[in-house]
């Protein structure tokens, strides 16, 4: 089996606008009506098109006399940089507000527009709602307020709005902390997506700041085979060879195990669920070995104890007669901490068989856990609302988190909005949305912290 790399060009010519946008746009004072105009900027990526997002925030951030800087990737993707200095004499360090611009497709199945949808129900509906951008617009809102205020800061503040997200930051954080890692120098905590806070009945069970999450290897796998006629028995084809393979994937044993910091978070919140729940986390060594485990994990929880492989596309022919001479599957999988990714990535190749080609789109080396002791996440702890305790979390998911900590930069994923259970569907599904009720929430949250955090 052959196995190829894709890496981006890191080091090619940037274009670097500063100063202001060429046209002052109007704009809303409202949070709520800036993050319906920002939803209807279609960033579906791919490709991304982020450069309207970039000109809509910029001109927010322009009309406050602040200054901004686009940074721009070899393959033109842009990303939005504003920063507010702390006092010259007492600069304890800078604290990075963070949020993608770009979104996941839209795809089938929706009841509302998805870019255009104006707010209904007393919500806020379309593609981020969620997933990134009323985190951004939070973040924004804050910003401008700490602007606006006058305080003396002890902390600088930066304003990042990135792209290429959902496609694996490559474009975007990666890019910017390979190539400008000036802009980070100074940094002592990034604060962006993968907060999980929990509610129920309108109460504030925990705020989950996410410290820790899997790593990213995503496969292109693909068979070849001789082509030729529909009508002819070519068992040999391409398509035969990558059904058998995929099913043998599928098929497989799957290792459940309890690592570190998914053991420390799930004890962590067993305090506040219910007993069916810390039962099982209790008893989660012994579940581990049972014959089905699954059978007896509470819905999601294998997420956390398993390196999943998902496989989420299939490519062939174009046309039902016409065998093909290639055939691929790309493979999203997930690694836990620990994991070995060349001893996986060895497996997954023994697994699909030595004629297949596989191709590493994304991967990350392994990247240590956001400290708890560092003083913004001390200092979120103590100024969040609600009584309600502080959770150092886990996440299967990945975020762009992992590019600040692979440089040893404690990078949070926090998130000021509080869900309840049903709220946050259709995440990267249809029909997505937030309450408003929920947004301005967030914002007035978002806006307190991040005072008490950063200034005097």
């Not at 393979?245 to 053991?263: N, Q």
């Not at 070995?340 to 991967?363: K, P, S």
Request: aromatic fraction near 8%; glycine fraction near 8%; include cysteine.
């Amino acid at each position: 089996m052959r196995r190829l790399f894709v890496r981006t060009l890191l080091f090619a010519p940037v274009l670097l606008l500063i100063g202001s946008p060429a046209a002052d746009t109007e704009t809303t004072d409202s949070p709520t009506e800036w993050l319906a105009e920002y939803i209807a900027i279609d960033t579906s990526n791919p490709p991304g098109n982020e450069t309207p997002a970039v000109a809509f925030l910029r001109a927010i951030l322009h009309r406050e006399g602040i200054e901004t800087s686009v940074f721009v990737s070899p393959r033109g993707r842009p990303s939005l940089y504003a920063r507010l200095d702390a006092e010259p004499d007492a600069d304890q360090g800078a604290v990075v507000l963070t949020h993608h611009m770009d979104v996941v497709p839209a795809g089938p199945g929706w009841t509302v527009e998805p870019f255009s949808q104006p707010p209904e129900d007393d919500r806020i509906w379309g593609r981020g709602a969620v997933d990134d951008k009323s985190l951004g617009i939070a973040h924004l809102a804050a910003f401008i307020d700490l602007a606006r205020s006058k305080l003396k800061l002890k902390h600088s503040v930066v304003f990042l709005a990135v792209a290429d997200e959902e496609t694996g930051g490559k474009e975007g954080t990666g890019w910017l902390i390979e190539r400008h890692p000036e802009l980070f120098e100074d940094t002592v905590a990034v604060l962006g997506e993968g907060g999980l806070n929990r509610a129920y009945g309108g109460r504030v069970l925990w705020w989950g700041i996410e410290v820790s999450q899997k790593r990213p290897l995503w496969l292109r796998v693909t068979a070849w085979g001789r082509g030729g006629h529909g009508s002819m028995l070519n068992l040999g084809s391409a398509p035969h060879q990558l059904a058998k393979a995929v099913a043998r994937l599928v098929d497989r044993p799957l290792e459940y195990r309890v690592t570190p910091p998914v053991s420390h978070y799930l004890e962590s919140v067993a305090l506040y669920q219910s007993d069916a729940f810390a039962a099982m986390v209790d008893s989660l060594d012994d579940i581990i070995t049972r014959p089905e485990p699954h059978r007896d994990l509470l819905p999601g929880i294998p997420n956390y104890l398993l390196d999943t492989v998902q496989v989420n596309v299939l490519e062939a022919g174009e046309q039902i007669n016409v065998v093909p001479t290639s055939a691929s599957a790309l493979i999203d999988a997930r690694l836990l901490p620990g994991t070995d990714q060349e001893d996986f990535l060895a497996r997954i190749e023994e697994t699909l068989g030595a004629d297949l080609d596989i191709e590493v789109l994304l991967d990350a080396p392994p990247a240590p856990v956001a400290s708890i002791e560092n003083s913004i996440y001390q200092c979120l702890s103590r100024s969040l609302p609600g009584n309600a305790p502080t959770v150092p979390s886990f996440i299967p998911g990945i975020t762009d988190s992992r590019y600040f900590r692979q440089q040893k930069i404690d990078a949070y994923g926090f998130s000021p909005f509080v869900f309840e259970p049903t709220e946050a569907i259709g995440v990267h599904g249809k029909n997505e949305k937030i309450s408003i009720a929920t947004f301005e929430r967030g914002v007035e949250t978002m806006r307190r912290v991040l005072k008490a955090c950063v200034a005097y």
